[in-house]
């Protein structure tokens, strides 16, 4: 069992920056990749970017240039850092763990706006 849990969701106005955490517990040593899904209301859940064990990564094509996502150094904990925000983006934002299954966080709410 992973347990994963976001942090750093808020408001942000237009151009603004966020960085969200995400920490992983339990059996982190399973764990394969890490990464970002978003729902945005009415819509569905997408992926925003992904980083394996290795460092690899991946990002969706509206956010590459934008977000970044990161591990720590333990690679028990990931980051997204997004930059230049839009109203778009406005989601919940949710952290994965990829093992012998999927784990998801409970989410974390980012809202832009002015």
């Known amino acids: 069992q992973v347990q994963l849990v976001e942090s750093g969701g808020g408001l942000v106005q237009p151009g603004g920056s966020l960085r969200l955490s995400c920490a992983a517990s339990?059996?982190?040593?399973?764990?394969?990749?890490m990464g970002w899904y978003r729902q945005a209301p009415g819509k569905e859940r997408e992926l925003v970017a992904g980083?394996?064990?290795?460092?690899?990564?991946n990002y969706a094509a509206s956010m590459k240039g934008r977000f970044t996502i990161s591990s720590g150094n333990a690679k028990n904990t990931v980051y997204l850092q997004m930059n230049s925000l839009k109203s778009e983006d406005t989601a919940v934002y949710y952290c994965?763990?990829?093992?012998?299954?999927?784990?998801w966080g409970q989410g974390t709410q980012v809202t832009v706006s002015s």
């Open positions: 339990g059996d982190i040593g399973s764990i394969n990749a």
């Open positions: 994965i763990a990829e093992s012998s299954r999927r784990y």
């Open positions: 980083i394996t064990r290795g460092g690899s990564t």
